[in-house]
């Protein structure tokens, strides 16, 4: 083996987890983002803004903004005057009112969604027709027609989980637990409910296996479909975040489910050696899902602080901070110790190959 067969050898191994890398990478800048430019418009100080964690590498400081490359290229962060201490600065953080300091907290989540919409546009653009959730076709050993599904009906929900795309089948499928769902459709105008219309299911190395046994009618290309197709698919893979925590609570997904940065890494390295198609989708789910989850109202999250600022709007007065303080670190412990546990879940299952 030559020296230039090695190096392409090594490269075709490695280029798929760098470019998951950097996936990862601009989904948590564009994050961080998002509080700067909201800080900066509402007049806010902003003393940093970092791309990377650990001992700078680049830095250079711009009017009262220092920008920074780090160490680490995991993520970054956007350091406000006055965002966790007190400050005399009257355009700290912490001095203003109380509703510019929620639009600054929740901008992050909401550049993750605008960046969600940007990259289902990408992966809708191409496309020549759409699909919808109106049944066409089915296949020559269809179980679910048995169930009284027919030609036409349009599937408005399933197990009573609103259905917008068929991802949102794909999910429900790949959730259930013996393959029969209650649907309601629209049939000829009128909305009729077919309890456990049954679909195939086969087990295979311990996973079970539920098909989707029918074609569905396809949507023309046009700018109204684009843009009403590319909604609705960040729709659909924001609504994934909250359907799994419900499955979660419910116990119809467990800790094995759940994948932290190893395992997302892995599968965005699967998804590049197949095509750009399924990076962009892995992309646009994990930066929805980000946004998403980030508006929970837990402890240490964006959403979390939202609630106690709506609460200092309501109540006029702010929350004493040591309390705040006290919750946040709490709730930030919690994420962390999921996070390990996950993650050391992912490389077993990397290296087992499970």
């Excluded at 510019?100 to 191409?126: E, H, K, Q, S, T």
């Excluded at 609570?249 to 095509?275: C, E, F, H, K």
């Excluded at 980000?290 to 609630?307: E, K, Q, S």
């Excluded at 106690?308 to 303080?325: D, H, N, Q, S, T």
């Amino acid at each position: 083996m030559t020296i230039f067969t090695w190096i392409a050898a090594a490269w075709n191994a490695v280029w798929p987890y760098l470019l998951a890398v950097l996936v990862l990478f601009a989904v948590i800048i564009i994050h961080e983002f998002g509080h700067f430019i909201t800080a900066k418009l509402c007049g806010i100080r902003v003393n940093e803004f970092a791309v990377g964690f650990g001992p700078r590498l680049l830095h250079k400081k711009i009017g009262e903004t220092e920008y920074a490359w780090r160490l680490i290229p995991f993520g970054g962060f956007c350091a406000m005057e006055g965002e966790d201490e007190e400050s005399d600065d009257p355009r700290a953080f912490g001095n203003q009112k109380a509703w510019r300091r929620l639009l600054v907290v929740l901008a992050g989540a909401v550049f993750n969604l605008l960046l969600g919409f940007i990259l289902a546009v990408c992966i809708v653009l191409p496309q020549e027709r759409f699909a919808t959730t109106q049944v066409a076709q089915f296949d020559e050993d269809a179980v679910s027609v048995k169930s009284g599904l027919q030609v036409g009906d349009v599937i408005v929900s399933a197990n009573g989980r609103s259905v917008f795309t068929t991802y949102d089948l794909s999910y429900l499928l790949s959730t259930d637990e013996d393959g029969a769902l209650d649907f309601v459709v629209e049939r000829e105008g009128e909305e009729i409910e077919l309890n456990a219309v049954q679909f195939d299911l086969t087990e295979e190395d311990g996973q079970r296996h539920i098909r989707l046994d029918f074609l569905v009618f396809g949507e023309e290309r046009s700018f109204g479909s684009v843009v009403k197709n590319s909604f609705l698919t960040t729709l659909s893979y924001g609504r994934v975040v909250y359907m799994s925590f419900l499955d979660l609570l419910g116990g119809r997904l467990g800790l094995n489910d759940m994948s932290g940065p190893v395992g997302i890494t892995a599968a965005i390295g699967d998804a590049a050696r197949q095509s750009l198609k399924n990076v962009l989708s892995i992309a646009c789910l994990i930066t929805v899902n980000l946004g998403i989850f980030n508006l929970f109202p837990l402890p240490a999250l964006d959403g979390g602080r939202a609630v106690f600022l709506l609460l200092e709007m309501i109540r006029r007065k702010p929350v004493p901070a040591k309390y705040e303080g006290w919750i946040h670190a709490a709730g930030f412990a919690l994420l962390l110790f999921l996070l390990v546990l996950i993650s050391f879940k992912d490389i077993v299952r990397l290296v087992t190959g499970g």
